[in-house]
């Protein structure tokens, strides 16, 4: 299996529950990213992380807690999330963080409830 | 403040036209991607530019460092060219700021 894949695909979760969104690339890539995609909203970064070393945080809220145990897998973990984080959550990845080409998984389309 | 400006929001156009998407954004950057997204929310990466000219197959991205500016251009369009078309800038300061995106629909 290529490029990134991001399981699982769908998700609907009430708000006191715990689940975790997987990324898994196979492209020898050293950097992956989550990224945020609201309704009607531009896309944003959330984390980045560059040789299992996590480089950015843009503010997130600690409901969102991300583990990369390795270059090749990258975990975002959550918990006692709101409504409003109902979106897509991309991964991708890349050789070298921000400024190289990013391989984007499909996404996990995620409703709170 | 690190601003980034897609033009236009929307765009329909009949296939066979030349294509043209606008991103302008506030201060000097380090670089510029294009992304495509499809309707389902598949993202692909078109270009990375840091000055001057990219052409890969119909597609064509063009950046001006002095004007802030650049252009994506879609040559001989096709009706699967529709998707969202998003422009990135990095501004060096670990920040990647995107884009509303511009929406094409490229009628048969």
């Known amino acids: 299996e290529t490029g990134v894949t991001q399981t699982p695909r769908h998700l609907v979760m009430g708000m006191t529950n715990k689940k975790s969104l997987k990324c898994e690339q196979h492209l020898g890539h050293n950097a992956m990213y989550w990224y945020k995609q609201s309704a009607k909203k531009p896309l944003e970064l959330m984390f980045v992380y560059n040789f299992k070393e996590q480089t950015e945080n843009n503010s997130v809220p600690s409901r969102f807690s991300p583990e990369c145990p390795n270059s090749s897998h990258l975990f975002l973990h959550l918990h006692t999330l709101q409504p409003e984080d109902s979106a897509l959550y991309l991964c991708?990845?890349?050789?070298?963080?921000?400024?190289?080409?990013?391989?984007f998984g499909p996404g996990t389309r995620l409703t709170v409830l | 403040k690190n601003e980034v400006e897609q033009s236009p929001q929307n765009l329909t156009a009949q296939e066979g036209e030349f294509i043209t998407i606008n991103c302008s954004y506030s201060?000097?950057?380090?670089?510029l991607h294009w992304l495509q997204q499809h309707p389902g929310g598949g993202i692909v990466s078109l270009f990375m530019?840091?000055?001057g000219k990219k052409k890969h197959g119909r597609l064509i991205a063009t950046i001006n460092i002095q004007e802030k500016h650049s252009s994506l251009h879609i040559t001989a369009s096709h009706p699967r060219d529709s998707a969202v078309y998003i422009c990135?800038?990095?501004?060096?300061?670990?920040?990647?700021?995107f884009g509303t995106g511009t929406r094409l629909t490229i009628i048969p």
């Open positions: 201060v000097g950057i380090s670089a």
């Open positions: 990135a800038v990095y501004f060096g300061n670990e920040k990647l700021t």
């Open positions: 530019l840091s000055s």
């Open positions: 991708a990845s890349s050789m070298r963080p921000i400024t190289d080409t990013q391989y």
